[in-house]
């Protein structure tokens, strides 16, 4: 299938060619001719899998189909709705003031970073949607052109729900023109605390809206508030937490301590085989302070997490874009909406405080079409967490030494649970064996590793 059979408008056809796509994904194929047909959604698939196209692009036909729909009801000589002009209040001391219309699409993302992926997207999917208006209202941006961007005619407004409820309560965003109402990773936000916020927002919806919900789980909170916000929604679960990631390697290395898993990190950053990394820690302070040695070694390297300024946090995405870093230090939370072909690797240095979190981590490389090598740094302390996340993918993630940094325990004892025993998927980024040629075989002398600060 092809995207010309979703009965998509050849302006989004010819953006996504150009764009590089022509096939549709799983979530894809299930959730646009749906979407495009007005049904409420609750649509589980897992990171990776395509779904901010799933929605931007039943956003934008619905956007061109409210235009078409504004045009017909208005006389030639009223403004046009995708017009830059707008409708006009009273004048101000330079001229008539722009008169707030609201978006006909909202958008809710836990993260500012899936935010303005989420933004990347409908620019590049509208492209030739003439007059296209998109705003990106969230944290850690100056409010003065958060306001500019509100003003006049908007067709689609992604937002994080915290900066959102802000502008509504000083009376700055009108929704009622809103159609279509989607929250993307609505677990995660749920997970951030923001169900209240959400709660708010939906509550200053149109009732007849279209709600899509995006979300790894619908259990627990998630499907009380499906129940609450959705109508006779259509289900579609395209992938889940237990579905083998073909195009990714997993591997567990054990650590007898802080200076064996520096000295085991180190190595793994040192081959050939790293275009990109992403290094997951479990605190912002320890980004820091990781993100800090590994510089002093040599490294292209910064850190990534909530507590950096917004324009800071930009800075760092876009060289990781643009090559300019080959390792990245994030924590969970930060790395949220991370769409970089080119890492190769993720390494979770500090394990991750829930099982879905490990999903979502891997979940950065093997993207696009490529493989990648998902590495986990695991202390005797962290056997529960690995037991737990086993459990939750019902995969065992296989054990590997390095030669020369073996540790000097034994592998902790693991417990039969049921669901275990998958046979693990091929190997297919660096299955070298260790010990073959290009493989990770070259002797190490551990030494003494310097003191983390």
Do not use: C
Not at 306 to 331: K, S, W, Y
Not at 419 to 438: H, L
């Amino acid at each position: 299938m092809s995207f010309d059979n979703l009965g998509l408008a050849e302006p989004l056809v010819r953006a996504l060619s150009v764009a590089g796509y022509s096939v549709p994904t799983s979530v894809q194929t299930d959730a646009i001719p749906a979407a495009m047909a007005g049904a409420d959604l609750m649509v589980s698939s897992r990171t990776g899998s395509g779904k901010t196209a799933s929605f931007i692009l039943p956003a934008l036909m619905r956007v061109m189909a409210s235009r078409a729909a504004e045009q017909q009801q208005h006389a030639p000589t009223q403004p046009r709705s995708d017009s830059f002009d707008g409708p006009r209040g009273p004048r101000g001391p330079r001229g008539p003031r722009m008169v707030p219309q609201g978006p006909s699409v909202l958008v809710l993302a836990p993260t500012r970073e899936l935010a303005m992926q989420v933004a990347k997207a409908a620019g590049d999917y509208g492209r030739y949607v003439p007059g296209l208006r998109v705003a990106t209202i969230v944290g850690g941006v100056p409010y003065g052109a958060q306001l500019r961007a509100l003003s006049g005619p908007l067709d689609i407004l992604i937002a994080t729900p915290g900066r959102l409820l802000d502008h509504l309560g000083a009376g700055r965003l009108p929704l009622g023109r809103v159609g279509m109402f989607v929250l993307d990773e609505a677990d995660r936000m749920l997970d951030m605390g923001f169900i209240e916020d959400i709660t708010a927002i939906a509550d200053a919806l149109p009732p007849a809206r279209q709600t899509l919900m995006f979300s790894a789980t619908f259990s627990g909170p998630t499907g009380h508030l499906a129940k609450d916000l959705l109508r006779d929604p259509r289900r579609i679960e395209v992938s889940s937490q237990t579905e083998s990631h073909a195009d990714i390697e997993q591997r567990l290395h054990w650590a007898d301590d802080l200076r064996h898993k520096n000295a085991l990190l180190d190595h793994i950053l040192t081959t050939r085989d790293v275009d990109q990394a992403l290094v997951f820690t479990s605190t912002q302070r320890d980004a820091e302070v990781l993100a800090e040695r590994l510089s002093e070694m040599g490294h292209q390297v910064d850190a990534l997490h909530g507590g950096m300024p917004q324009g800071r946090r930009n800075r760092v995405l876009e060289q990781l874009r643009n090559r300019r870093l080959r390792v990245l230090v994030a924590t969970d939370v930060a790395a949220r909406g991370i769409d970089v072909p080119t890492i190769s690797h993720v390494i979770n240095y500090g394990l991750p405080m829930k099982e879905e979190d490990y999903v979502h981590r891997i979940g950065r490389t093997g993207r696009a079409g490529r493989t990648g090598l998902a590495v986990t740094l695991a202390e005797r302390r962290d056997f529960g967490m690995v037991q737990r996340i086993q459990r939750f993918t019902t995969q065992r993630i296989p054990a590997a030494t390095i030669t020369g940094l073996e540790p000097r325990t034994p592998e902790p004892a693991a417990r039969p649970k049921p669901g275990f025993g998958a046979k693990p998927g091929p190997k297919r980024f660096g299955a070298k064996p260790f010990g073959a040629p290009g493989g990770f075989s070259k002797p190490f002398n551990r030494g003494p590793a310097k003191p983390s600060r």
